[in-house]
């Protein structure tokens, strides 16, 4: 059985936190990794582990290919969909 969002290399992910709590987003944009209220509670989404309790991700709908680039001079990630129809693309 495969997940639409498969986990990725640990390196691959950006953490983050607010000192009470931190996710874990993968390059596709997925959070695979979140333990909330605090860090010390139950994973609410934990796809990274695999059979976890599921990732939450804002995607196009059919096929894309995902990527993106760091605003330059920042450490702001734009993250980038291409889909058939177009380009999406949000910080």
Known sequence: ???????????????????????????DGAIGWLCAPTWHDEAVFSDLVGGGRGAYAVTPTGRYVFGGYYEEGTLIWRSRWVTGDGIVECP
Not at 11 to 16: E, P
Not at 18 to 24: K, S
């Open 1 to 27: 059985m495969s997940t639409p969002f498969p986990p990725h290399a640990l390196h691959d992910y950006a953490l983050l936190a607010d000192g009470e709590r931190g996710a874990l987003i993968g390059p």
